[in-house]
């Protein structure tokens, strides 16, 4: 019973070995011929009819002709909650990725501390109404970015991916998002 077993991988030992040997063997051939024939290894142009350039100019002089649009472009989409959500969802991504990073170089780069940017704000005298409305504004992409993140990720689950769910969960994200901003600009 184990001998045949042994038998066995030995077979498949000894087929990988040759195996590795052909691909050794046909790899080395490849070397050598490159080495002592270049010209085997050299490639043919052949000229082309037309340039790249020109062929793009045909390409744009008949769409122009033909009142061809530009495709896809945005105009002959008719906008959906979806639609805005998901542009909505990027957008604040990359606003909150541009406001940190220049958050953080500017921490790096201007004198002084945070203590004492904030008493330089507190010695405006700002309005609370104007100190609410900056901190709605902050506080406005994080709270989007989150609820949307968390939305995107029950679609990765397989759930409410049906067109009226979709648009359901739309609607909740928002006021979702509307309140968890009041309450923390309110803070």
């Not at 609410?132 to 989007?144: I, R």
């Amino acid at each position: 019973m184990l001998g045949g077993h042994v038998t066995a991988v030995c077979d498949v030992a000894l087929r990988d070995s040759k195996m590795a040997a052909l691909l050794l063997r046909h790899a080395g051939r490849q070397c050598l011929r490159t080495q002592l024939t270049p010209l085997l290894c050299t490639r043919h142009v052949v000229p082309m009819g037309t340039t790249a350039q020109q062929e793009m100019d045909r390409f744009w002089n008949k769409n122009t002709r033909l009142n061809r649009p530009l495709s896809p472009h945005i105009t002959i989409y008719k906008w959906s909650l979806p639609m805005a959500m998901s542009i909505s969802h990027r957008g604040t991504g990359i606003a909150m990725t541009a406001g940190v990073s220049l958050f953080g170089l500017a921490a790096l780069v201007l004198p002084g501390d945070f203590a004492s940017y904030l008493e330089l704000v507190k010695s405006l005298s700002l309005g609370p109404a104007l100190i609410y409305s900056a901190k709605f504004a902050l506080a406005f992409p994080l709270t989007y970015h989150v609820w949307n993140g968390i939305r995107h990720l029950t679609w990765d689950l397989g759930k409410g991916l049906k067109i009226p769910q979709v648009y359901r969960s739309g609607v909740t994200v928002l006021a979702l998002t509307l309140i968890t901003t009041a309450t923390l600009a309110a803070m």
